[in-house]
């Protein structure tokens, strides 16, 4: 079975290496020219490094990220006023993961490459629109080298293209831009020396539009030396949409320094820290409301495409690992591809939906958020409910991700082209 993949970001080749552990034949369509080790840190929480070890790809993540123990929630003055263990010390059979962005899609490229072949991502292909067939559907691109148009045939389509998905607007034409709460994020990637144990991510602050959080991507190169610090502050002014031109706003110096002027922590400082940062980047907040229905016909969505998220919880890139996995086993699952992507669907979204949500509302940061209107750390029984009425939600409690059946399908020889 041939597949669409409309998007070559970190969902769009998962999905494609997720279908072809089952024995199909996916291509991904790149809008951009070429795919470059770009961005800034993000994490893997274990319910996706499971998904990621059992594509086979455990041993080179450990070789480009780093694996956090213990999240700490933290007051304006840098107290902790909640903390919990990640990964291994809080009992999964998997690590959580922090790493540069970059480096994760350079792994995931290298290795869709290498299993698919080297025409297994074509780069430079806007894609415009689809058109259902007897028995399969045509993508519409535009060939960006060229200026001419372009078609792939395939028996599914699957978009992955982000927030901004062309393929979601196309299936939901009425819904609109994506909404913003009004704070506006500034991210970086610094050398510092480690922080605390060199293993914690910390989230300091409140309410959204008030935090500042930050966690190593990289290890020092010798001892003593300075990790690789990727850092966040958030910050309310002006409008939350996008920039007109679809671009992340940079942050001077300047701007820098007096966003960060007021933050005064023990163990890290700010300023100097974005003063060392190559680039500091702008981005809204944003999501779009749950959608009732992904999947239409032999088209659906996936990743971002599908339920872009607030960032609480560090939950977006995970659930999108979870996604191409589940529809790779529903494609396996139903001899009608029409009846496996509703399969998908069922499954999917409502968990997902569920926690942009919950996302909403501040996910497992409402612990700070409460803390700091408690006016001090919360009563440990009621911070551990509100973290494990999250991790359900999310179907990411250390007993669903050890237990569950795994996603993983007998391989099966992928059927030829028509």
Known sequence: MRVTVVG?????????????????????????????????????????VRELAELGLAGGLAAIALPPRRLSYRDRAGEAVWEEPLGHAAGYHWPQYSVHRGRLQTLLLAAVRERLGPDAVRTGLRFRSFEELPNGVRAHFLDRTSGRPATEDAEVLVGADGIDSRVRALLHPDEGPARGNGVHMWRGVAPHPHILDGRTIVVAGGTPGDKFVAYPIGDPAAEGGESLMNWVLEVRHGPSGRPPDGTARRITPEEARAGLASWRLPWIDPTALAERSPAIVEYPMLDRDPLPRWSFGRVTLLGDAAHPMYPMGMNGGSQSMVDARVLAWCLAREKDPVAALRRYDRIRRPIVNAVVLANRELGPEEIIARAEDHGGPLPARRAEELATRYRELARATVTQVNTHASWTVPHRPATPAP
């Open 8 to 48: 070559g970001g970190i969902a769009g080749l998962t999905c494609a290496l997720s279908l072809h552990a089952a024995g199909w034949e996916p291509r991904v369509c790149e809008a951009a020219r070429t795919v470059e080790a770009v961005g800034v840190g993000i994490n893997l929480l274990p319910h996706a």
